[in-house]
């Protein structure tokens, strides 16, 4: 069993940064592929970023692509996105997610979950 707890969200204005942290903890933290995910209100949950168990390979989805970045420490059993430039469209509750196998992309599945943390964008 993995548990996943998310933290970092809040309120930044347009043009802001935040970074989001995914504490992992259970089973070996370097043996899983990690990824985020964000859900907006009435919207379907959505593929932001991926990062594969050594951290050699990263997926990004378009939306945020030259604008966040993934990024795992294995030594802190951490998973992190650091959010630049965010417009009021990156507003969702974002997810932090593991897996034994490394995908990147909408239609990915993921086996592990945390419980979400809130980021908001003001215009």
């Known amino acids: 069993q993995v548990q996943l707890v998310e933290s970092g969200g809040g309120l930044v204005q347009t043009g802001g940064s935040l970074r989001l942290s995914c504490a992992v903890s259970?089973?070996?933290?370097?043996?899983?592929?990690l990824g985020w995910f964000r859900q907006a209100p009435g919207k379907e949950r959505e593929f932001v970023a991926a990062?594969?168990?050594?951290?050699?390979?990263?997926g990004y989805a378009d939306s945020v692509k030259g604008r966040f970045i993934i990024s795992r420490g294995n030594a802190k059993n951490t998973l992190y996105l650091q959010m630049n430039s965010l417009k009021p469209e990156d507003t969702a509750v974002y997810y932090c997610a593991a897996d034994p196998y490394y995908c990147s992309g909408q239609g990915c599945r993921y086996d592990y979950w945390g419980q979400g943390t809130q980021v908001t964008v003001s215009a």
């Open positions: 259970g089973r070996t933290f370097s043996r899983y592929a």
């Open positions: 990062t594969s168990s050594s951290g050699s390979s990263t």
